[in-house]
Structures are given as C-alpha cells and as structure tokens.
C-alpha cells in the first residue's frame, strides 16, 4: 500500500503543478484511457498525454479539488468536485498503477449529464487546438 500511496504523492504533485514532464514520466507506453465521452479506449502513451493534459486545463481551476480517495493494492480511485460555467461536476478518476509505479490504465468517469456535455464541449476544443498546434 506504501507504493500506492507514493504514486499518488506523484500524481497530486502533477495535479497542483501542472508539469507535462512529470505527467509523461508517470504514464507506462501501453497505458490505456478510458473517457467520459470516447466510446472507444485510447491506447497509448501520446494519446493518453494528450487527453490528460487537455484534461488538467479544462478541469484544473481554482474550484477543482479530490474529496475522496479510495485504494487498492494495485490502485486508486479518486473523487473529484469542481465548477465549469456555473455547472457543478462530479467524477471520479480510477488509476492502476504497474510495479514500477507507471499509470496503466486511467478511466474517468463524470456526472451529470449537463457536466458530461460541457465537458465534452470544452475537451472537443481543447484537442483540435492542441492537435492544429502539434500539426504546424
């Protein structure tokens, strides 16, 4: 449980300082997203960076904090509150970790509907910039 709690000592310190070399450090090369609003599982390093940056920029404001936090020996879930556009968010992101403390799978799940939606807005947004910037 002491390697779990370390990798979240990590994951919180990304969360509160936004270092996209920190989060690239912490994610395994097969690791395996899961969104809200893809129907599909992104595979991969890149694909999974790209949509957790865009992710801490969307949901990463001053309203954004975890409330729970809930272990098990190879993981975490994490519960999430936070405010977009006056609409009140609730989520949770699950993490597994593998023994050298790389993330190898992330899922996040979110509520309510409206939040899903406006999220799904804001990200759409967020990744054509990043992909349109990336392309030039």
Excluded: C
């Amino acid at each position: 449980m002491e390697q779990i709690r370390q990798n979240l000592r990590v994951w919180y310190d990304f969360v509160a300082d936004e270092d996209e070399k920190a989060l690239s450090d912490m994610l395994a090369d097969e690791v395996v997203f899961h969104s809200p609003v893809v129907h599909t599982p992104q595979v991969g390093k890149a694909i999974t960076f790209m949509y957790l940056s865009a992710a801490g920029k969307v949901l990463g404001n001053d309203d954004f904090k975890y409330v729970g936090e809930y272990l098990t020996d190879n993981g975490a879930v994490l519960e999430f509150n936070t405010q977009i556009d006056g609409i009140q968010i609730d989520g949770i992101d699950m993490i597994t970790w593998n023994d050298d403390g790389k993330i190898t799978e992330f899922k996040v799940m979110v509520r309510p509907l409206k939040a899903v939606n406006k999220l799904h807005e804001m990200m759409k947004a967020m990744l054509e910039k990043a992909m349109a910037g990336s392309a030039a």
